[in-house]
């Protein structure tokens, strides 16, 4: 499976992106997860969706703002962002086929590219 990611740019504090996560290939059997790395630091979770859409999770830091859904006839998922701040600055990636044992899953199968996202203040 390959990913995609689209969709990100810049944008003003208080604005919204919505990022798009396409797969070459069928995932409605995998959970999906959104991660973003800042400059000098390591790649985090934002967001993850259970492959039947029925359990998601946010990061403290994006909860309340953030909206994760997936499109299982379509292979693909998104990242809803509202009220951006210049803290989500960053490269975003999506991932597919979690796994480890825990929710959300430590590990993935499949990674995209990252979409760089960019707020400024």
């Known amino acids: 499976v390959q990913l995609q990611a689209s969709g990100g740019g810049l944008v003003q504090a208080g604005g919204s992106l919505k990022l798009s996560c396409a797969a070459s290939g069928r995932i409605g059997g995998y959970s999906m997860g959104w991660f973003r790395q800042a400059p000098g630091t390591e790649r985090e979770i934002v967001a993850a969706?259970?492959?039947?859409?029925?359990?998601?999770y946010y990061s403290h830091s994006v909860e309340g703002r953030f909206t994760i859904s997936r499109n299982n006839a379509k292979n693909t998922g998104y990242l809803e962002m509202n009220s951006l701040k210049p803290e989500d600055t960053g490269v975003y990636f999506c991932?597919?086929?979690?796994?480890?044992?825990?929710?959300?899953?430590?590990?993935?199968?499949?990674w995209g590219q990252g979409t760089q996202v960019t707020v400024s203040s």
């Open positions: 969706i259970s492959y039947d859409h029925s359990t998601t």
């Open positions: 991932a597919v086929q979690g796994g480890g044992g825990t929710w959300p899953p430590r590990i993935f199968g499949y």
